[in-house]
């Protein structure tokens, strides 16, 4: 090869080309990290990835923030710290009666991809299809006792209840239950949306691709015809499990939004990341152990009562959330109707009155294995369960599960795993009206959600006539009593609902429910 | 002493590389073996006001993420990464020993399948085979052996097997069967004895590997359960609480560098004194 060739295949340096070249990369690695929302792109950290496709099979936060982002409903959450709705679909929506809502759509609000005006018929169709037995939907609980949508126009229909159910409003018409889906693109999908890319949309944003395990592209929906359209070219729900591992990737700039472990706070709150910021928000989650009331080991109401008084939950607050969540008193968090001023066994335990159930129980040497979610908060917190319970004589064995594996453990269409359940400590999310939480509970969904197999005939009244109950003050005591109930059967033993820190980028205003969870709509640019 | 020094125990002491694997084994042996009496703590107390503690006169590795001293908790992670490796080490040498032998002596036919197998096995990547077997049985340290022997017999028994078939067709081996010797002397007076230098040299350098798999298990989170002090848990809470201190990831690595160093000297010690070809070229 001729000298000259060579020069050009090889680029020959000198030291001083080589020193100037160096000195750039270490400036290049010194600015700061440019996070992806300045790109009019926008990456949003979901902890649980969305994974169905249809909102009839939804089960969980992470489609809400999907669905938010791509679908409509009649309302919407507003972003802020107090819990409000705005007009989304609707034009007007009104509580006509205690067992009758009506509503009328606002005109010209249309589907993408060709699929038309969105219409009457297609609220009526969403919601029936929920009450349909065949669909066998998992948010069934959500609607309550609605029995029909009656459409009365082209754009406008009544819904109709058996009995009065004010929880509506809270919990079904802005959430999951009532993300309004298309007649016309479910009839030609055979009923039930099975692919990846949904055929048509509403919101601000249209799913690109789906990368199962990593994230769901979304990127401008150039048909929608809202109040709110798209900030951001494209939206990424980025799916990253572990807290730490987030945080790690908000600093290296591939994340714009996330929340971050109890246990960043106060680094973060001192010495966070150039270019960030940290909001603190209360949260409505629960956490609790819960004890299956139908394990041979766990059937006398001793043992659950021992297990509950030998659990110290402060010093799972301490250690696992760092002493900056608080004790939780139920399910229902501070701030909703129902909260209880204060659970009936003291947040500290007892490990001597744990020993003395054991013995009048006759139980001695108690082995029972508690199962966790592969969190670090969560293993943190089973191993103070573990030294704590073990001063009541007590031996707590600790199984970890992934995601996948730990929220099939109780569910008897997954399997003969709930034969074998004996503890866990569980989290569920929360919407902010009381109804939400008891409904879990309830005698129905024993081998759905309700994982300890839980059933009392006094609660499952308490939450059927709380939900129609329109007084305030009354609801407040029935779901205070509903609470006492779930604690004297020893099934369980509540921990906290603790914090929601959330880390992102100063370019960035989140749009955040007042519990810190994101709205993916909302989110602009500073 | 000429005797003494003319051994196998004679030549690895003037070899200076064994001398140093010997020392760090021993030293880990030991702590091991004392951890409850050399630990200055239990290593499952909690000192919650010490949390994320760098190393100091109190606590010399520091303390984790619930206030625990790590060095005691190392030296319980000593226990379970020698037993282990020790026992998944021999259980699955021993299982590849017999399985190399009966492939090097057997028909065609089984020597080929057994050979189909043991390729198999170690086609698949190690630490994928484990997380899927792991997946199938319950979390513990009994799984993470069976899980150890399984993903590791099939090297011995390729080795084994090798060996056994060059000795097979050796002209000693040739010459002891024209003399009518039985087959159970020739297996054990004759393949035996040579085929277990090799053997026990891949042994030396197995064992850090087999260590490693267990961590590798426990800071995957399908080893051992929260709370069990093997190194690989340590290795996992210092990558979970890594912002909030260096020092438990650097504690939980030091072991593991020990020990696979000491094992990996002792292994290669091994294999100067034992194998004849290097022997003869010193």
Known sequence: MPKTAMHRAFPVLNRRQLLAGAAGVSAAAMLPVKAWAQEGRLNIRVYTEPDDFDPVDASGFGEALLYGAIYRNLIQYESGDEWSYRLDLAESIEQTSDTTIEFTLKEGQMWSDGYGEITAEDVAFTFERILDPEMNSRILPDVGTLSRVEVTGRYSGVFHFDEAFAPFWWIALPYLAGTIVCKAAIEDAGGRITTEVPPTVSGPYRVRELRPGERWVLERNEDYTGDIPAEYERLDIVYIGDEASAEIALEAGDLDFTEVSPGSVTRLQSNPPAGTAMSMHPSLFYVWVGMNMEHPKLQDIRVRQALQYAINVNAIIEAAWYGVAE??????????????????????????????????????????????????????????????????????????????????????????????????????SMLPDPSYATAWFVTEQIGDWNWERFSDEEFDRLHREAGTETDDARRDEMYRRAQDIMEESGAYRFITHGVTPNLFYNNTVPGTRPDGLPLAQYFRRA | MSRFRHTLIGRLARDPLAVMAIVIIAALVVMAVFADLIAPYDYTAMHMTDRFAAPSAEFWLGTDNLGRDTFSRLLQGGRIALTVGLTAVIISGLIGLVLGMIAGFGPRWLDNALLFFFDTLRAYPTIILALALAALMPRGLTTVIVVVVITSFAEYGRVVRTQTLSLKHSEFILAERAMGASFGRIVFHHILPNVLGPFFILAAMN??????????????????????????????????????????????????????????????????????????GR
């Open chain 2, 207 to 280: 064992l850090p590997v087999v260590i490693t798999i267990e961590a590798g298990m426990s800071f995957l989170g399908v080893g051992v359960p929260p709370g069990t002090p093997s190194w690989g848990s340590t290795l996992k809470d210092g990558f979970d609480h890594i912002r909030q201190t260096p020092w438990l990831i650097l504690a939980g690595g030091l072991p593991l560098i020990l020990v696979t160093l000491g094992f990996t000297f002792l292994g290669e010690a091994l294999r100067d004194q034992l194998d004849p070809k290097l022997r003869s």
């Open chain 1, 327 to 428: 004790p939780s008193t139920g399910i229902i968090a501070p701030g909703l109707i129902g909260n209880r001023p204060e659970s009936l066994i003291p947040p500290q335990g007892d490990p001597q009155r744990a020993r003395e159930l054991l013995a009048e129980a006759g139980v001695e040497n108690l082995q029972v294995t508690l199962n966790v979610l592969n969190d670090v908060t969560f293993t943190t917190a089973a191993q103070v369960m573990q030294a704590t319970m073990a001063q009541a004589g007590i031996q707590l064995n600790i199984e970890v599960h992934e995601s996948g594996s730990f929220w099939t453990l109780g569910v008897e269409a997954d399997g003969d795993r709930w034969r074998d359940l004996e503890m866990i400590m569980n989290r569920f």
